[in-house]
């Protein structure tokens, strides 16, 4: 019986593609009331994916480091690398646990580690496929307090809780 289930699990892992980055971008998104909006984005995606026989089979985690979050105002990336602790959290990462079809975009569920919590994340994805190529598009939201991060005050401003992510990543299957 042992060695059946070792046969089953080497051919099950022998059926499953890598799936690697060709290119992507993730784009966060929030304001400072009254003032202006942050936008950090990073285009150094990577990703530890596999996929079966299907774009449903899609498992795994996609991450980037969290000092590769750039925006457009250096001073403000060091405020929001203080906040993203990156001293102890180097990295944030979504873990993909499941990808369902729903009408023409897919539900993604999954889990998003940031500033070492973890939370269940529920995303709506949009998903192509051609030839050996994915792409992931979507967007999802969350709170800084859901990652036990409080939103920075400057004097009379503070910054939104809500973040915004929007994303596009392009996968090569191998």
């Not at 784009?27 to 449903?56: C, W, Y």
């Not at 250096?74 to 602790?85: A, F, G």
């Amino acid at each position: 019986m042992f060695k059946l289930l070792i046969i089953l699990s080497l051919v099950l892992f022998a059926n499953a593609s890598n799936l690697s980055v060709q290119n992507g971008e993730i784009i966060a998104h929030t304001e400072v009331f009254g003032d202006s909006q942050i936008n950090p984005s990073t285009k150094d995606v990577r990703a530890d994916l596999t996929m079966n026989d299907s774009i449903e089979s899609i498992k795994g985690k996609i991450y980037f480091d969290t000092l590769s979050l750039i925006s457009d105002e250096k001073t403000r990336d060091e405020h929001m690398y203080k906040l993203l602790n990156i001293e102890k959290y180097k990295t944030i990462s979504c873990d993909i646990r499941s990808i369902t079809k729903v009408g023409n975009d897919y539900e993604l569920q999954g889990v998003l580690t940031l500033n070492g919590i973890s939370k269940n994340l529920k995303a709506k994805v949009s998903i192509t496929q051609a030839n050996n190529l994915i792409s992931l598009k979507g967007n999802f939201s969350f709170n800084l307090t859901d990652f036990s991060m409080e939103p920075p005050k400057m004097m009379f401003l503070t910054v939104r809780n809500q973040i915004d992510i929007s994303y596009n990543i392009n996968l090569e299957v191998r």
